[in-house]
């Protein structure tokens, strides 16, 4: 009877490295800004028991909110217009999780790509935006089991008494047992269960 | 006997680790949450009935959202909330197929899917002039192969294909600062045309060739009078138009670049027009409205340009745009108020003296006027038309009204609330019994076992059905009086509308709703809204008779000088008791910490001319506030100027008419912060009702640390002036943000704080000793989460216990914010993954559970982490001690666990705040989490520590009992024959 754990740790699942030719991911479009191009990709490895992906429920945010973007059935999104400079770009999904993704819009060379998730520093070739793992928002109930009945308190109730009635006599010496009987004998009182309980404790 | 005790331990520990975890089970949704989705206030409406399957209506709201509804049942098909400042300016539907939505002033077209709601395409149209937004999708035209999407923003028109979002050509239409006001296309031509206004003096317009965007012809014409601005277009070729002193209606010809105007005087329309007027923007065939007198008139343009008043109707009438009917004519709806019911009356575009339709329909008053009517057609058995509406009221909410009735309805309004309050509901009253609602005890168990079978996973389909409604509908949760734990409460919430809506806790329903006339459009009050909600009058010792109630403050006008408007609602019954104003200006209100005879607690309200307002306006109250007068402070924040002043109570003011309950304030002291370095982002402050169990914290070396408990701590953050921007605006050396932990008394910085190369959002919330905040770290390009506590450094003597004794501890000494603190403040910082839209913290009745902080985060989730995870003391390497104390090892990020969000796989659309009460239980706070959606749930941060769990199996412990009872006496009299057996041997 172990300490019982129950499953917490949510289920890291292996991302796969694209490396895909760099294709451009930002490109100029005027004077006043530039366009960030991208693609949120739910890969293979991801479809367990979670939510299936959902593209139309998928949400693409660029600095924490200021713009807010939607996925095309490609799963491809863009923000027009962004000004140069290092900008942060959150996708939001139930059930998935992604990592936020620094950007960086450069001036000077127009078309670099520039992209690297926050969370494990890891640098992207291509703004390709994967979940780093599914979200279990839920307990999952454990199927029937004996040990379930033992485990709770009620169970623990029996078992205890079980043992203690049961087992405790197996563990007594047979001669011993037979000592303590002869002496019960001897002061002739009437024999029952508590002192036959306690006899059984006296004598571990 | 060491083998029982040992076996008995083993057994102890292993049921102290059985506890429930904080998360839930799936089936277990629905049981203490419940969910509501909204969309907000329809503000265009597109109805799609012509496929037999399903039928439907996409509208947009003013809550961004875009949304397909259920035209039968009013349920959402699907929805998208856009950003905050992603605005919808135009829908429509275009191929059949595609919702095309315009918005961002223009510049942004999105085409989604009907069926299911995925975005198809997005174009952003550039331009580089504001102006109006227009979207026209012609019926029948392809250029080339594509259908086409006409579409107006920033100063150009393009023509979009509606299949992909490709921009076909593209015109600038901006010279001479000409506005585009409409875009007119006759069906089968080759011309679009484009009509607007030059500097309100000067009619233009445009034909563009719609294959290739070529501009053929741009005509104009100055007219000397002037334009009031907005033009009401009739027919293709003819608009109508006020000039600039809004006393002459001219109607424009414009056929064929041709342009002439022909005026009328408004008084020359007959009925006794008298004053300016106003143009209403309508959509009517051979007509427009005006407004005139606080009176709609409805003027048609005869065929010779001849204008002719035909009816004159109530200010509340609403107009629907015109439809267009099978043989070629056009219907109009109308919606006219009456006392308690609705008319809804359908015309035909030609003819105004007989009715299509007219149907009244019972509505209740609190609706208010119609704001908005949409109608749509169909076909009846009899092969006429019917109609159906659907009907925008005053407090936001839809209806859908066919052949007399009201087929659905939604309260959209509370998409928009505004403020949140919780209130208790009645004690349950002797003569009422409850005991019906109770199962006999036979049905309990049977309940039980029911349970009991779920648990143990041994339950059927059926039986898995079964369980789950009883849960759903167990325990009288909905109830309408309160409860021994404390978790049936009201939500009493303030609505954008002006309404005001008593939610119950147990399963969300609307208790009573009430539209509060102070906060309705009035002579006085031209453009009222709602700004908070504090508690009047909380009775729990010796007025228990009286009801509860609310104070509800509003202002008449966008502007903080505008004259504000109090109301006094009792949360029991849903009546105004009083109200008052319009009055004086309201900038602030501040609850004080008294309340008179009859429990109404006393507020001073404080206006632009630094006065403050007592209220309730009694001598009782008065004479309350004038011995307590010496100890109300109260800071402001002056955000432009970057001042933080304090402020005390004077003297009575001096004004023409004596006013009592009107007191003149000081200033006590000012922080000024330096203009080109510090910019105001963010200030939190305690919650003044927030109960705080132990002053005295032990650490687990056995020393004592006093927490600074004061209710007069403010925290600031500052950052620098360029970094106001979002993020990327800025590099990390020219960006810094400061924090400020500030003594609003006396006005001393207790503690502050430079994070270099950080930048807002600053979210914050201060509880206890303590204050969290959300930043952004530019430098690491990370959010952050940083807590400060600071302790009571002139307690910290106090642990000799020969000291104590003897009598020389300061533990008996007041506490004063005039003496100099020994504070220290003890700080640390961690990553954080998401951007945080909003910050709680988790309330409790005595303040002795742990507390957790409650984040909004950037997906519309609402996340609870441990204030355990933000503890200064946090190391990388704890000692046992500490390990034993609870302190976790120092990470450099906070853990996100899935199974800890509180709103678990739902999202709270549009999340603006949440709200925490504390239940009657200690361990249990309740969550109100509101935007677009609304959640509800309850939170035992520390579990349930003083009650049973929900899922508790009463059966199981009966079994046991009983299993026990036979093993005692099997065993009984088991031995009783061994006995016999060893007598007889």
Not at chain 1, 176 to 204: I, V
Not at chain 2, 227 to 247: K, M, Q
Not at chain 2, 671 to 680: F, G, Q, T, V
Not at chain 2, 743 to 751: C, E, Q
Request: net charge neutral; aromatic share 8%; glycine share 6%.
């Amino acid at each position: 009877m172990g300490a019982v754990t129950r499953n917490h740790t949510p289920i890291f699942l292996s991302l796969i490295l694209l490396l895909l030719p760099a294709a451009l991911a930002i490109s100029p479009e005027n004077v006043e800004g530039y366009n960030i191009n991208g693609r949120v990709k739910f890969t293979g490895s991801i479809t367990g028991s979670g939510l299936p992906p959902k593209i139309s429920n998928v949400k693409v945010l660029l600095n924490g909110g200021q713009r807010v973007t939607f996925l095309r059935p490609d799963g491809y999104f863009s923000f027009h217009n962004v000004p140069a400079g290092t900008h942060l770009i959150e996708v939001a999904a139930i059930g998935y999780f992604f990592s936020p993704v620094r950007v960086d819009v450069s001036a000077r060379n127009p078309g670099k790509v520039q992209a690297a998730l926050t969370e494990n520093r890891r640098v992207l070739s291509e703004l390709v935006l994967e979940p780093l793992r599914e979200e279990l928002y839920y307990e999952i109930r454990e199927p029937f089991s004996i040990m379930s009945i033992v485990k709770s308190p009620m169970g623990l109730m029996v078992g205890f008494m079980v043992i203690v009635m049961f087992l405790m006599p197996k563990l007594v010496d047979a001669e011993e047992m037979k000592r303590a009987q002869e002496e019960m004998r001897n002061q002739g009182g009437t024999p029952s269960l508590a002192n036959f309980l306690a006899g059984a404790q006296r004598t571990s | 006997m060491n083998m029982a005790i040992r076996v008995f331990l083993l057994l102890l520990i292993i049921f102290s680790s059985m506890y429930p975890t904080l998360c839930i089970y799936e089936d277990q949704v629905g049981h203490m949450d419940w969910h509501q989705q909204y969309i907000g206030k329809v503000k265009h409406a597109v109805f799609h009935t012509q496929k037999a399957a399903r039928k439907r209506v996409v509208v947009s709201t003013e809550e961004n959202v875009v949304a397909s509804i259920d035209l039968r049942r009013g349920e959402i098909f699907w929805r998208h909330v856009l950003g905050p400042k992603d605005v919808i300016d135009a829908l429509d539907i275009a191929l059949g197929k595609y919702v095309i939505t315009l918005s961002s002033e223009g510049t942004i077209l999105r085409a989604w899917n009907l069926p299911d709601g995925q975005m198809m395409w997005e174009t952003t149209l550039s331009g580089s002039t504001p102006s109006m937004s227009l979207l026209s999708i012609p019926t029948n035209l392809k250029i080339g192969k594509d259908d086409v999407v006409f579409v107006y923003g920033s100063g150009c028109l393009y023509a979009v294909a509606s299949v992909d979002g490709e921009v076909i050509w593209k015109k600038e239409l901006t010279s001479e600062g000409v506005h585009i006001q409409q875009l007119i296309y006759p069906d089968g031509t080759d011309i679009i045309c484009a009509v607007g206004l030059a500097g309100l003096a000067q009619f233009d317009a445009y034909q563009i060739n719609v294959k290739t965007g070529e501009l053929l012809k741009h005509s104009s014409m100055v007219f000397p009078a002037g334009f009031s601005g907005d033009l009401s277009f009739i027919t293709s070729d003819i608009a109508v138009t006020l000039d600039s002193t809004g006393s002459i209606l001219v109607a424009v010809h414009f056929q064929d670049g041709e342009i002439s105007f022909h005026q009328t005087h408004v008084s020359e329309l007959g009925w006794d027009f008298s004053g300016p007027a106003v143009l209403l923007p309508t959509k009517l065939p051979g007509m427009f409205a005006l407004e005139i007198n606080k009176s709609i008139v409805f003027i048609k343009v005869t065929n010779e340009g001849k204008l002719e008043a035909v009816d004159k109707l109530g200010q509340s009438t609403a107009v629907s745009e015109s439809l267009n009917l099978s043989e070629g004519q056009q219907a109009f709806g109308l919606i006219q108020r009456g006392d308690g019911k609705i008319i809804l009356t359908v015309k035909l575009g030609n003819d105004w003296t007989s009715n299509l339709l007219q149907e009244t329909i019972q509505m209740d008053h609190q609706r208010g006027n119609a704001h908005k009517v949409f109608i749509n057609t169909y076909v009846r058995t009899d092969r006429s038309n019917g109609f159906r509406a659907l009907i925008v009221m005053e407090d936001h909410s839809l209806f859908l009204l066919q052949q007399g009735e009201i087929v659905w309805s939604r309260e959209d309004g509370l998409a928009s609330i505004t403020d949140v309050m919780a209130s208790e509901l009645p004690v349950e009253k002797d003569g009422v019994s409850v005991a019906k609602v109770e199962h006999n005890l036979f049905e309990w168990l049977k309940g039980h076992l029911l349970k009991l079978k779920g648990t143990l996973m041994i339950a059927t389909p059926d039986d898995v059905v079964a369980i789950q409604k009883l849960r759903l509908q167990s325990s009288g949760k909905s109830k309408m009086t309160r409860d021994h734990n404390g978790f049936r409460k009201l939500l009493i919430v303030l609505t954008r509308a002006g309404k005001l809506f008593a939610l119950h806790t147990g399963d969300g329903r609307i208790v009573w709703s009430l539209f509060l006339d102070s906060l309705r459009k009035s002579e006085t009050c031209q453009n009222p809204r709602g700004l908070s909600l504090h508690q009047w009058q909380d009775p729990h010792h010796h007025v228990l008779d009286e009801n509860p109630s609310v104070l509800v403050v509003g202002r008449c006008d966008h502007s903080t000088d505008s004259p504000g408007v109090l109301s006094v609602v009792d949360t029991y019954t849903g009546q105004e008791r009083n109200h008052l104003g319009p009055r004086h200006s309201i900038t602030r209100v501040i609850p004080l910490p008294f309340t008179d005879s009859a429990e109404q607690r006393l507020h001073l309200l404080l206006d632009v001319n630094r006065q403050a307002h007592l209220y309730p306006r009694t001598t009782e109250a008065l004479d309350i506030f004038q011995r307590e007068l010496g100890n109300i402070y109260w800071y402001s924040a002056d955000v432009d100027k970057g001042i933080l002043k304090g402020h005390a109570v004077q003297n009575n003011c001096i004004l023409k008419i004596a006013d009592s309950y009107c007191f003149n304030t000081r200033d006590l002291w000012s922080i000024i912060l330096p203009s080109e370095s510090e910019k105001i982002i963010a200030t939190a402050t305690r919650n003044l009702n927030e109960a705080v169990h132990t002053q005295a914290k032990v650490t687990s070396d056995q020393e004592v640390m006093y927490k600074y408990i004061s209710k007069n701590l403010l925290f600031l953050a500052t950052v620098a002036p360029k970094a106001v921007g979002p993020i990327g605006s800025v590099t990390p050396e020219e960006s810094w943000l400061v924090v400020y932990v500030i003594d609003t008394v006396t006005g001393r910085i207790l503690h502050r704080m430079t994070h270099h190369g950080s930048q807002g959002p600053v979210q914050a919330v201060f509880s206890e000793n303590w204050v969290v905040y959300h930043y952004f770290n530019l430098k690491a390009h990370r959010y952050e989460m940083s807590v400060i506590e600071i302790y009571d450094q002139s307690r910290s003597d106090n642990k000799d216990i020969l000291k104590l004794l003897l009598g020389k501890h300061n533990l008996t000494s007041p506490i004063t914010a005039y003496s100099r603190p020994e504070v220290i403040a003890k700080s640390q910082s961690y990553f954080f993954m998401h951007s945080v839209k909003t910050l709680a913290v988790t309330s409790t009745a005595k303040g002795i559970t742990s507390k957790q902080l409650l984040l909004g985060t950037i997906g519309d989730q609402v996340l609870a982490l441990d204030k355990r995870f933000l503890d200064p003391r946090r190391t990388v390497n704890p000692t046992q001690a500490e390990k034993e104390e609870g302190i976790i090892p120092l990470t450099d990020s906070l853990p996100i666990i899935p199974q800890s969000y509180v709103t678990h796989a739902l999202k709270v659309e549009g999340l603006r705040g949440i709200a925490t009460v504390p239940a009657k239980l200690e361990s249990t706070t309740l969550v109100f989490a509101y935007g677009v959606d609304l959640f509800f749930t309850r939170l035992a941060p520390s579990r349930t520590y003083d009650s049973l769990t929900e899922d508790f199996s009463y059966a199981l412990l009966l079994i046991t009992i009983a299993a026990l009872v036979i093993a005692i006496f099997v065993t009984w009299i088991w031995s009783e024959k061994k006995e016999l057996q060893e007598k007889w041997r």
